[in-house]
């Protein structure tokens, strides 16, 4: 009986240590994300570079370089008024799609006319932020790296992975939103 006692308190003294912690099989070191981040520089200095090149061959027209990284230059102008869309306004737009060697993605006829609203509908991130910049009766060209287009995943139909675009986009009316007063 003695026996079965000592066995039982050392069991229990045995089984009271807490859980040791399984050591990692493999240690990451973060070199595929920094090799990602590499590529990714690689890629958007080719297609600056590209840019730039399509911005001195067509020297007759001043383009202009946006914060968010896409470069345009107006087609048609309009002096009568200083509004852009801001956001929950409707704008009315056509545009097509083309890559920088003016292959046609999608054309204007195929797109139509589109009415959309300011920040609250999925365009890509290049288009939104170009439609803030027109105003109404205004028409420029914009040059959009593929960071600012589809990116890596493309639309899963015609725009391939890593497609940086041109698009020409004329803006037709400007809705303003109307604020809610509260009387």
């Known amino acids: ?12 003294f045995i089984s009271c240590a807490g859980p040791e912690p399984r050591k990692p099989v493999q240690t990451k070191s973060g070199s595929f994300f920094k090799e990602s981040i590499e590529r990714s520089k690689k890629l958007l200095q080719a297609e600056e570079q590209k840019i730039q090149d399509i911005i001195k061959m067509d020297s007759l027209k001043h383009y202009t370089h ?12 309009d002096d009568s008024t200083d509004y852009t869309p801001k956001t929950d306004d409707l704008v009315v737009m056509t545009y097509d799609l083309l890559t920088l060697e003016n292959d046609t993605i999608y054309s204007q006829e195929e797109i139509g006319i589109v009415t959309y ?5 999925d365009l890509f991130i290049g288009l939104r932020n170009a439609v803030k910049l027109l105003k109404e009766n205004e ?5 959009f790296p593929s960071s600012l287009s589809f990116g890596y995943h493309g639309d899963k139909d015609r725009i391939g992975t ?3 675009l041109k698009s020409t986009i004329h803006i037709l009316k400007i809705e303003k939103q109307q604020l809610k007063s509260d009387n």
């Open 1 to 12: 009986m003695r026996t079965v006692l000592v066995a039982f308190m050392l069991c229990f």
């Open 117 to 121: 609203k300011v920040d609250k509908q």
């Open 139 to 143: 028409k420029a060209t914009f040059l």
């Open 66 to 77: 946006t914060a968010s990284g896409s470069w345009y230059h107006y087609l048609a102008v």
């Open 162 to 164: 890593n497609v940086p």
